[in-house]
């Protein structure tokens, strides 16, 4: 059974940082591409970042471009998000997802996603 535990919500002010962990289990993760999606109410949920299965290759949404860093560690079967330069519209349910395919990451073509985290951006 595969598993997605995302960790690291919470509520900050703008401005400040956050740091969100994915640790996967039950596949083989060096062979996926992780991504990180968010949903804020209201609204669909969208693509936020995607790494590749070596993580040589990230991708971003425009919204999040330099002020989020996507990282992976294989050894570690994780996957994180650094978050920085936080902003009120940033605030969501934070979604890891696994995917075979690199380029089904960003239309969110996923084989499995995770329960999410909550991310509360203050002003």
């Known amino acids: 059974q595969v598993l997605l535990l995302e960790s690291g919500g919470g509520l900050v002010q703008a401005g400040g940082s956050l740091r969100l962990s994915c640790v996967a289990s039950?596949?083989?993760?060096?062979?996926?591409?992780m991504g990180w999606f968010r949903q804020a109410p209201g609204k669909e949920r969208e693509f936020v970042a995607a790494i590749s299965m070596s993580g040589v290759l990230t991708d971003y949404a425009d919204s999040v471009k330099g002020r989020f860093t996507i990282s992976r560690d294989n050894a570690k079967n994780t996957v994180a998000l650094q978050m920085n330069k936080l902003k009120p519209e940033d605030t969501a349910v934070y979604y890891c997802?696994?995917?075979?395919?690199?380029?089904?990451?960003?239309?969110?073509?996923?084989?499995?996603w995770g329960q999410g985290t909550q991310v509360t951006v203050s002003s």
């Open positions: 997802s696994a995917h075979r395919a690199y380029g089904r990451v960003r239309s969110g073509n996923a084989d499995s």
């Open positions: 039950g596949l083989p993760f060096s062979n996926y591409a």
